[in-house]
C-alpha cells in the first residue's frame, strides 16, 4: 500500500429529519454548537443563529447575515483575524444550488476549498456538510477527527458532517 496511512475519526450516528435549513434541526444545531471553537465562520449561513461566536455569511440579501457574499469571494477578500473554525453547509447539489439561492450558482466548491486555508488558523477546524465524506483532505494538511452520519429515513439521502483539523 505505499504511503496510505489509516485514519480513525470518530464515527457517530443521528436520526434527524431533512429541513433545507440544516442547524434548524435542534440535534444538529447543537453537534455543530459543540464541535466548534474560538472565532467561527459560517460560510453559508442561512436562517439559524449557532450559539457561538459567529461571523455570518449568506450570499441572499433576505439571509440575516452580516455579509452577503459569494464564497469563494468572500474567502478570497477576508482580510480580518482569520478563524479557528469554519462552517460549511453548502447546497449539495446543483439542483440545490439554484433552489436555495435564486438561481444563482455558487463558486466551485474545489477552489473554495484551496482558499479556506488562508483565513484558518494553523490547527483550526473545518466542519464541512454534505452527501458524502470527500472535505478538506490530506492534501491540504487535514486530518479528520469525526464523521456524523445524519439519516433522515426513507428514501431520502443521508447527510454527512466531517469535522477535519489543520495540522502544518
Known sequence: MGNS????????????PLHKYTFSIAPIRKWVESNCAGNVLNLFAGQTHLCVNEVRNDIRESADA?????????????????????VLDPPYSYRKSMEMYEGKIMSPFQALKNTIPNILHDN????????HSVSMGASRKFV??????????GAIHDTI??????VG
Open 5 to 16: 496511512r489509516i485514519i480513525q475519526p470518530t464515527l457517530e450516528y443521528m436520526r434527524a
Open 66 to 86: 452580516t455579509y452577503h457574499m459569494d464564497a469563494l469571494e468572500f474567502v478570497r477578500s477576508w482580510n480580518s483575524d482569520k478563524f479557528d473554525t469554519i
Open 124 to 131: 483550526g477546524v473545518v466542519i464541512t456538510f454534505g452527501y
Open 144 to 153: 479528520q477527527q469525526k464523521i456524523l452520519l445524519i439519516y433522515h429515513g
Open 161 to 166: 458532517a466531517v469535522k477535519e483539523r489543520r
